[in-house]
């Protein structure tokens, strides 16, 4: 497909990697599909989204991307590889062409992760794992993933602690997306040294409270955040005060669809 070709091209070590000097507008979409997390950035005729919710998930945000008018994704970003996250892929991959896949670099013996890479081979989906920070340019947006510094253990279930950290550039906007990081990978991200400032984060693990929330929160300073959970199963309570304390509005997907939009000067809520 067109955008993962230059994709391919343009995946970079972080050293030397730019963002663009202009912007035009973009759509940020995180659906409403329970304690799971799916987004679409749209914009400059490119969509990428980011997780694909559970598996009862893939025909709902499928009605959501057509009611949106998306025919086709450029890019899919797969966090990590909880049934949260991946679920809803198989469906998407098999109804919609997809230009590409990045993933973390880790394999997860689960029934959701065959049926995730049986998708993939069935479409021919070009993919790209990720074992080391990374940056590329998709037309007017410059993204960069942090790849996480825990290895995987199997035994223990750690996908959280391997989840990539993206964030997106577009004009003087920052996004961040904290997938559902956690333990000693938020610990890293806050204290060794990464940028984590932004102007919009999807919030880590559905608003689960974290001992590092209040480092993040101090060193992010977001304008707004979003919130993947749901009326059975809300954010705490102790991370929603957090956020009121520091007066960062909470836009909960608990309560619908979330839409904001950027020119790329600043956030407006759709």
């Known amino acids: 497909m067109k955008t993962f070709v230059c994709v391919l091209l343009c995946l970079a070590a972080l050293t030397g990697c730019a963002a663009p000097s202009t912007a035009g507008g973009m759509d940020i979409y995180t659906f409403s599909i329970g304690k799971a997390d799916c987004s679409l950035l749209s914009f400059d005729g490119v969509n990428v989204l980011i ?18 008018g998306v025919k086709e994704l450029d890019l899919v970003i797969l966090t990590h590889f909880d049934k949260d996250h991946i679920g809803g892929f198989p469906a998407i991959a098999r109804a919609l062409p997809i230009g590409g896949v990045i993933l973390p670099d880790y394999v997860r013996e689960s029934e959701r992760y065959e049926a995730m890479m049986e998708a993939i081979e069935e479409k021919a989906i070009p993919v790209r794992r990720l074992s080391a920070d990374t940056g590329l340019t998709l037309k007017n947006a410059a993204f960069t993933f942090y790849t996480s510094t825990q290895p995987y253990d199997p035994e223990k279930g750690n996908d959280n602690e391997l989840s990539l950290i993206t964030a997106v550039t577009y004009g003087q906007m920052k996004l961040l997306f904290m997938a559902d990081a956690e333990d000693k990978w938020l610990n890293d991200l806050c204290y060794k040294g990464y940028d984590l400032s932004c102007d919009l984060m999807k919030f880590p693990y559905h608003g689960k409270w974290q001992k590092d929330l209040p480092a993040l ?8 955040v979003i919130i993947t959970d749901s009326g059975k199963n809300p954010a705490a309570m102790k991370t929603l005060n957090a956020l009121k304390t520091m007066d960062i509005p909470a836009l909960r997907t608990a309560e619908g669809d979330v839409h904001l939009f950027t020119d790329g000067r600043k956030l407006t809520i759709r």
């Open 51 to 68: 997780d694909a919710g559970e598996s009862e998930d893939g025909q709902d945000i499928l009605r959501d991307l057509e009611k949106l």
């Open 217 to 224: 929160l101090a060193l992010s300073l977001p304008s707004y």
